[in-house]
């Protein structure tokens, strides 16, 4: 199994469980407005596509779809790197160069 398709593999049972209780919820009329959805990951390395039906069913797979929502197009260790970071919120600024002034 390669990297990109064994991140997917975690992202999508992710998805898939968030959705579960999001739309069982109260906003789960709203969620599922914005339903299904097509994401496709492209690197340089190969692509995947992430697609979440009707019902919050999450799949992911080699590209193919070619009618999608979104195309994300990363290098793939930062795709990896932020995949494995999943929702603990946006990776820390970038130091500032060595003799910059704030």
């Known amino acids: 199994m390669s990297a990109l ?34 994401w496709v990951f492209e690197t340089e390395q190969g692509a995947r596509t992430l697609a979440v039906d009707a ?8 590209r193919g779809m070619v009618e999608r929502e979104v195309t994300v197009q990363r290098r793939q260790d930062p795709l990896l790197r932020g995949l494995a970071r999943g929702s603990a919120g946006p990776p ?4 500032a160069p060595r003799g910059a002034h704030p």
Do not use: W
């Open 55 to 62: 019902a919050g069913r999450a799949t992911s797979f080699p």
């Open 5 to 38: 398709q064994a991140a997917f593999a975690q992202l999508t049972a992710q998805v898939q469980n968030v959705l579960s209780v999001a739309l069982a919820g109260p906003m789960g009329p709203m969620v599922r407005a914005y339903l299904p959805q097509v």
């Open 92 to 95: 820390p600024p970038p130091e």
